[in-house]
């Protein structure tokens, strides 16, 4: 584990398990939701109003930067803590996920993958290293390997083969990491192997005798469902180490979270708190509403006058809907704030209860509340 | 005048004043600018960011919210400062110049407007007595009486029908306030006449019949060109009342409102600021630049570290051209409150300056800096 990188855990309340993460940039307090800056910036807030909401560290994407602006110039910057005036922790992922999502001309082999952008056609090659020094450029604090996250459903030879090349590709992205790395700074390993519990306990078991200071199990909420995710963090999570932060990439839905933490994960980043704010979607207690809807247009009450968000407490329903329907910038930048205030409240509420040892009431509550079925 | 609502001159240098309005809402330090809330929202700004830039007042248009979410609504919903939280003094147009330059077919009479909504093409009528039953369904304020602003150039003969034409609505706007208006509201008779001497003079000495708290000068940055606009000021200003407030509708860009205040005026209104910020343009004390310019990719300065801003003071040019470049809604929220921080900052050293009694070495520093030869 890297010097001035740590994980404690504090509290367990069955699988859920409350901890801090301690880096050079600060306090991470999990369960933690992580905002998704991919470019550099959490669409539509500024950072002061990321951190406000309780934010202790935000995503940036890999991909995305090294394209635009360029992780060379970002460095140059002074690194991407400073370029998108966010002092606090950041974590960046590899880069694979979103080259195989976004990119044109993808060509994977044992290298790396080659690729083209899909900004301007320029072509590009990540590797585990190259990957490895983008992320030290940028000067991410939390750092994850290259890994490939194949679709599920897939078939168990291939899944293994992938899952395999992950585990080749940790190997090299852990040397990298050694070479560049500065202090603090951490490398977290991906679990991968689909959605079979010997591919997923094989990958695990070889990911350890690498000894990263975190674990992530990627290669989920990829299509397979929140019943089948929730069975394979069954399989996964017990296995992994209690002393080192456990990380589901990708996820979620404040349902998918809560089952998640009940399952023993302790970090989380998704894009839908922003991404369907700026669509005219809140999250509420009581699950999400569309404030573009007509019956909201009188409708004189705030989204949650609990929250202690400006978004959430200061504006009315009717005038969020009118902003929506007006197509004012103010509109999705209100939602956006409400609905990461939403989530940070979310993960507060779970960091509370598992200090004492009433999750099990919480999430009978959030079941109650939302009408969530499956948790 | 309306009690609670009076106008104070503090200070005077040359033409150049310094006062502040007293309204039930708050003081409102002239000169002053007045960014522009067309919809009920300054545009990609949360209103406590407007009120940090040092805005004292914001205008409202009567045309965009009486279509949209419409004037009853937002009465039922408590008047436009709840709606927008902005619990301080809002100024609301008349309706009448959006009218004439966005709705569909139109049709003037010596009644008022018929018109169409650009929104839905609904027909609707705007009188004076509508208009001013409209501001006072808001709350505005202050509101301004229901004119006609015909472009430059236009004939003599039609410049004094429309002139008498927006007398007449004066008074009607006058009697229609007296009987709606709530202790405090101000209703400002507006000065009309195009390019005509003799015709601004006339409209001046009809309006001040009707005694006026204030009064506004309409009908100019019609295209006539600065130069125009200034000789027009020159001939109307001095003949304006000393004792109330000068509004200069429609102005400006910062050269057009430092020369206004050179030449008496005291309020102001664009959408310069907030409509260049979101396409990339920033004001700064060199004059404007356009931040999507390659020149900015990586220049590691802000804006203006000068400004009490986090905008024009945390993120470099770098990140705001990246921001732009990448589609980001950030940009446009960041170049807007810049932009408005700008403004108001000039605003506030022509306070300074006349308060100190040395505008003339103000305007004389504003014309060596941004190069500006018209002034």
Redesign the interface.
């Known amino acids: 584990m890297s010097d001035g990188f740590s994980f404690t855990l504090e509290a367990s309340d069955g699988p859920a398990r409350l901890g801090v993460i301690e880096t050079p940039r600060g306090k991470i307090r999990t369960p933690a939701f992580m905002p998704v800056g991919t470019?550099?910036?959490v669409?539509?807030?500024?950072p002061?109003n990321v951190r406000a909401t309780g934010a202790d560290i935000v995503l940036g994407n890999t991909y995305?930067l090294m394209l635009?602006?360029g992780a060379e110039?970002v460095a140059?910057?002074?690194g991407l803590h400073k370029?998108?005036?966010w002092p606090h922790a950041i974590l960046t992922d590899s880069g694979g996920f979103q080259v195989m999502s976004l990119a044109k001309l993808r060509k994977l082999t044992e290298e790396g993958v080659a690729f083209q952008s899909h900004i301007d056609g320029a072509p590009h090659m990540l590797t585990p290293e190259r990957s490895i020094e983008i992320q030290c450029l940028l000067g991410a604090d939390i750092q994850m390997q290259l890994d490939e996250c194949p679709a599920i459903p897939i078939a168990h030879g291939a899944a293994r083969e992938s899952m395999l090349l992950s585990v080749r590709w940790a190997e090299r992205s852990r040397r990298a990491f050694e070479e560049k790395a500065a202090p603090g700074q951490a490398l977290f390993g991906i679990v991968q192997g689909a959605n079979y519990d010997d591919l997923r306990r094989e990958s695990l078991a070889r990911l350890l005798e690498l000894d990263f200071p975190g674990y992530a199990v990627g290669g989920l909420a990829v299509g397979e469902g929140r019943a089948e995710m929730f069975r394979v963090l069954e399989i996964v999570a017990p296995e992994m180490p209690a002393g080192r932060p456990r990380y589901l990439m990708g996820v979620g839905k404040p349902a998918d979270i809560v089952g998640a933490v009940a399952r023993g994960m302790d970090m989380f980043d998704c894009v839908a708190p922003t991404r369907s704010g700026?669509h005219g979607q809140a999250w509420t207690r009581r699950g999400p509403i569309n404030i573009k809807n007509a019956a909201f247009?009188?409708d004189?009450e705030p989204l949650d006058p609990s929250l202690d968000c400006?978004a959430s407490r200061?504006?009315?329903k009717?005038?969020l809907h009118?902003?929506f329907?007006?197509g004012?910038?103010?509109g999705?930048?209100?939602l956006t704030w409400h609905n990461l205030a939403y989530y940070q409240a979310l993960m507060a509420g779970m960091r509370a209860a598992i200090a004492a040892g009433r999750f099990g009431a919480f999430v009978a509550r959030f079941r109650e509340e939302t009408g969530e079925t499956i948790l």
């Open positions: 470019a550099g910036t669409k539509a807030m500024p002061d995305h635009r602006p110039r140059a910057l002074g370029f998108m005036n700026r247009a009188d004189p400006p200061d504006y009315s009717a005038y009118h902003l329907r007006a004012e910038y103010l999705p930048m209100l």
